[in-house]
């Protein structure tokens, strides 16, 4: 079986990955403008996904004026449908404060049922972020 492990980077190298994952499923397979893609990296928490060792995903959490906020769940397409995204989703959870409330994210349409599964429910309508639709989900 393989094995996932999710890193907090604290490392220039784990960072180069994680955005390396970014930069390949935002910006070329989802086409998505580099500049928005990177927009807020130096106040966020990230997070690298392995696995067997293999950079496989990435995640980053930050604090906003409306709470805490979990975004760039990416993960690289031969490791999808592994686990990864849960995992990093528990991860990422975990290192939140303890009273980091309202905890939300937006939503690409194909993953809301993902986001459903971890405790997150829809709040309001669809709305279009970089070309993509999305819903607004908060933790319950």
Not at 26 to 50: N, T
Not at 68 to 84: C, S
Request: glycine share 8%; aromatic share 8%.
């Amino acid at each position: 079986m393989a094995m996932t492990e999710i890193r907090k980077i604290t490392a220039p190298e784990d960072l180069r990955q994680a955005f390396a994952i970014r930069d390949q499923v935002f910006v070329q397979e989802q086409g998505c403008p580099p500049e928005l893609e990177h927009e807020h990296d130096d106040i966020a928490a990230h997070f690298l996904a392995l696995l067997d060792g293999i950079p496989a995903g990435a995640a980053r959490w930050r604090q906003t004026e409306s709470g805490y906020k979990l975004e760039r769940f990416a993960v690289l397409p031969p490791y999808r449908g592994k686990g990864i995204a849960t995992a990093m989703i528990k991860a990422v959870l975990a290192d939140l404060p303890p009273a980091a409330v309202p905890v939300y994210l937006n939503a690409q349409l194909d993953a809301v049922p993902l986001y459903e599964k971890n405790g997150f429910i829809k709040v309001g309508g669809q709305f279009e972020e970089a070309g993509i639709l999305h819903y607004k989900m908060v933790r319950q």
